[in-house]
């Protein structure tokens, strides 16, 4: 069964930083490419950024960039997101995705592998 789970969700500060992890499992995360999204309350999910195969190109929204790094660690068939100076408008539940191409896409009917989210919540 090809799953990823998303972890390291949790309550922070503005200004503050998290890493959340995808973690991969009944597949090899290494021949996927692999987007982060989010969805806030009453919002609808929107892309937060993506990672080819290999790390040879990373993109970001404009809404992150300059502030949320993906990388990803194929030995461990994972993918991460570092996320610093946090704002309130982060706050949502961000999902991890994967899809067996070599290039990023915005278009989420490509990823044919979801997690089932992890709650980043940015506040006083």
């Known amino acids: 069964q090809l799953q990823l789970v998303e972890s390291g969700g949790d309550l922070v500060q503005p200004g503050g930083s998290l890493r959340l992890s995808c973690a991969a499992s009944g597949f090899t995360l290494r021949y996927y490419s692999v987007a982060w999204f989010r969805q806030a309350p009453g919002k609808e999910r929107s892309g937060v950024g993506c990672?080819?195969?290999?790390?040879?190109?990373?993109i970001y929204a404009n809404s992150v960039k300059g502030r949320f790094t993906i990388s990803r660690e194929d030995a461990e068939n994972t993918a991460y997101l570092q996320m610093n100076v946090l704002e309130p408008g982060d706050t949502g539940v961000y999902f991890c995705?994967?899809?067996?191409?070599?290039?990023?896409?915005?278009?989420?009917?490509?990823?044919?592998?979801w997690g089932q989210g992890t709650q980043v919540t940015v506040s006083l």
């Open positions: 995705a994967a899809m067996p191409r070599n290039y990023c896409s915005s278009d989420v009917s490509l990823y044919e592998v």
């Open positions: 990672i080819t195969t290999g790390g040879i190109t990373s």
